[in-house]
């Protein structure tokens, strides 16, 4: 079955509302909503009851890949290596989320870099990102 993100923050509010359940909430992910033309500005805005989870990752502006999913699924980079607006995107998310790290790095696997390398690295940058933060 194909995977297709809800492409806004307006749409997610929709099915929100459709489903009609108190426990209904969206997973927030950073790669999506600013690939998708979110903004801060309507993230602000968002009652943050609508966020159930949080997907932490980083990736350049434009597409790495031709693919939009492909590159959604397996190439990711970890936070702070990218050009999305982390900092001003965890100032407005709710703080008492779960936040999980979302970098799937197929290029990095293929190219024989060790599982528990990649692992250390994503931590690193997370915690450096932080910190920072």
Do not use: K, W
């Not at 500005?41 to 159930?52: E, K, M, R, T």
Request: glycine share 6%.
């Amino acid at each position: 079955m194909p995977i297709f993100p809800i492409c806004n923050l307006e749409t997610a509010q929709r099915a929100i509302a459709h489903v009609g359940r108190q426990d209904c909430r969206v997973v927030f992910d950073t790669m999506h909503f600013c690939r998708t033309g979110g903004r801060t500005a309507d993230l602000a805005a968002l009652d943050p009851d609508v966020i159930g989870y949080i997907q932490l990752c980083d990736v350049p502006a434009q597409r790495v890949l031709a693919d939009y999913m492909e590159e959604a699924i397996c190439e990711r980079l970890a936070c702070g290596e990218g050009d999305l607006p982390l900092v001003e995107l965890l100032a407005l998310l709710p703080q008492d989320r779960i936040v999980g790290l979302e970098v799937p790095q197929r290029s990095q696997e293929l190219a024989g870099v060790p599982l528990e390398e990649r692992l250390a690295h994503c931590l690193a940058a997370a915690r450096n990102f932080v910190h920072a933060a």
